[in-house]
């Protein structure tokens, strides 16, 4: 049964598709069959995964318009058991078409839903801004993963960030949790990215991840070759760090089904 998991932030520039890309194809690397869903008109993570554009290609937008199957739409990628769902510029008009419709919120939840079986991990890297596909994503998954970059000011928007996301519990998915927070951009050799992320760890502790990703050159380099970093330069730092962070996310996955499995035996 597969976790949801959506990458997001209303900010852009954090490291939000990066972090996407390269989760899910380490996540794919520690053999868990993962599905990446790309949700932004901008369609970086499609092409990060080396998705040249194609006009002719199926993407999210038939799947949530025209009601294409899913099984016409998901691609497999160039990392064994790491598929696609992808996007183009066409998602733009989605998140317009989809304003007049009923339960417009909820378009995506049922797709994914009937996937849940063949995938361990769903990942969803979601649009820079909270619009329909956006509130979309944020319904249809179980958690959210925040990728946070060690700037000045990273507390205030991450503060934003959660309101929101406390807002579309109450209203939309009283089950959405949060996966965590991920530092990204880090510097050790400077004052404020060691500030930021003490600040973030004292305010929301052991929400924030252990694992950082550090400023990389390969890191930046990868997407322009349409590949993930574990591809492009597996033994690069950039690469290590989202190996370790797919290792915690394996983990809370797993202690949440013992948690579950105890649960369900102590209420028998």
């Given amino acids: 049964m597969a976790r949801i998991i959506a990458v997001a932030n209303q900010k852009g520039g954090v490291g939000k598709t990066t972090t996407a890309v390269n989760l ?10 993962t599905l990446l869903v790309d949700c932004d008109s901008q369609a970086n993570a499609t092409g990060a995964l080396g998705f040249q554009k194609d ?21 497999r990628s160039q990392v064994e058991r790491l598929e696609i769902i992808p996007a183009d510029k066409n998602l ?64 205030e928007g991450v503060s934003d960030l959660l309101d929101t996301l406390m807002r579309i519990r109450r209203t939309l998915n009283p089950g959405l949790e949060i996966e965590g927070i991920i530092l990204t951009m880090y ?14 760890r004292t305010f929301f502790g052991t929400q924030v991840f252990r694992t950082v990703i550090p400023r990389n050159v390969r890191l930046a380099e990868a997407p322009s070759f349409g590949k ?19 290792q915690e996310v394996i983990s809370n996955a797993e202690k949440r089904i013992g948690t579950g499995a105890r649960s369900a035996h102590s209420g028998a």
Avoid: M, W
Wanted: aromatic share 4%; charged share 20%.
């Fill in 55 to 75: 006009p002719s290609r199926r993407t999210l937008y038939h799947a949530l318009i025209l009601h294409e199957p899913l099984d016409r739409i998901i691609l």
């Fill in 92 to 155: 733009a008009a989605a998140a317009v078409e989809l304003v007049g419709t009923e339960n417009r919120e909820h378009k995506l939840k049922p797709l994914l839903d009937n996937l849940r079986d063949k995938y361990e991990f769903i990942l969803l890297d979601c649009p820079p801004a909270l619009d329909l596909l956006t509130l979309n994503a944020l319904v249809a998954t179980d958690a959210v993963l925040v990728p946070i970059q060690c700037e000045y000011l990273a507390l």
């Fill in 24 to 33: 899910a194809s380490c996540l794919a690397i520690a053999h868990q069959h």
């Fill in 187 to 200: 510097d050790d050799r400077t004052t404020l990215s060691r500030q930021v992320a003490n600040d973030l």
């Fill in 228 to 246: 993930p970093i574990s591809i492009y330069d597996l033994h690069s730092t950039g690469a290590k760090s989202y190996k370790q962070l797919a």
